[in-house]
């Protein structure tokens, strides 16, 4: 069955940094681009960034961008996100999501999601 | 960037009735590129319709989505108990990817 586990989610302070993961199980990371996604209490689902299947190309919301790092670890089937300089509207439900598209393609479109892992960023 | 609307917020429906959902967007969508999600409380997200029309496998046919341009529409013919939940738009067409605000499906 294919799965997808956030975990890794909390509380922080502003200023402060947290890192997420995601367990894929099911099939290879490395044949598919991976999301996060985030959906903010109360809001509407946010984009936030994208690393290739083939890895070597990346993408991030202008929103995070700078602070926040997408990465993986194909041994563990495993994607990350460093998260640094939080603020609090990253609050948020954090989603990792599978591309539905294959090998190096980019579909931007997404057929598997995981349950989400909550970010709450308060003093 | 384009902002997607989605009306109504709330759509009280009872089982068996049709749902119409309206997805809009702030300017054309490049090539279709449109996509619908049903959210549960603590459930994943699941992809019900990309390229406005195409349902995603093991999606029902109940669910079907329409529309180009600047409105969408996802139509569930039949509700059944499991359809109450969110439903969010997506269109991939240009950058940055953007999702509707969601209509919520509840029962009446």
């Known amino acids: 069955e294919l799965q997808l586990l956030e975990s890794g989610g909390g509380m922080v302070q502003p200023g402060g940094s947290l890192k997420l993961s995601c367990a894929a199980s099911?099939?290879?990371?490395?044949?598919?681009?991976m999301n996060w996604v985030r959906q903010a209490p109360g809001k509407g689902l946010e984009w936030v960034s994208v690393?290739?299947?083939?890895?070597?190309?990346?993408y991030y919301a202008d929103s995070v961008k700078g602070r926040f790092t997408i990465s993986r670890d194909t041994s563990k089937n495993t994607l990350f996100l460093q998260m640094n300089s939080l603020r609090p509207d990253d609050t948020a439900v954090y989603y990792c999501?599978?591309?539905?598209?294959?090998?190096?393609?980019?579909?931007?479109?997404?057929?598997?999601w995981g349950r989400g892992t909550l970010v709450t960023v308060s003093s | 960037e384009i902002l997607l609307t989605q009306s109504p917020g709330t759509l009280s429906l009872s089982p068996g009735e049709r749902a119409t959902l309206s997805c809009r967007a702030s300017?054309?969508?490049?090539?279709?590129?449109l996509a619908w999600y049903q959210q549960t409380p603590g459930q994943a997200p699941r992809l019900l319709i990309y390229?406005?029309?195409s349902r995603a496998t093991g999606i029902p046919d109940r669910f079907s989505g329409s529309g180009s341009g600047t409105d969408f529409t996802l139509t569930i013919s039949r509700l059944e108990p499991e359809d109450f939940a969110v439903y969010s738009c997506?269109?991939?067409?240009?950058?940055?990817?953007?999702f509707g605000g969601g209509t919520k499906v509840e029962i009446k």
């Open positions: 999501a599978k591309d539905s598209g294959g090998g190096y393609s980019i579909y931007w479109y997404f057929d598997l």
């Open positions: 390229g406005a029309s």
């Open positions: 300017q054309s969508v490049s090539g279709t590129y």
């Open positions: 997506q269109q991939y067409g240009s950058s940055p990817l953007t």
């Open positions: 099911g099939f290879s990371i490395s044949n598919y681009a």
């Open positions: 690393r290739s299947g083939s890895g070597e190309t990346t």
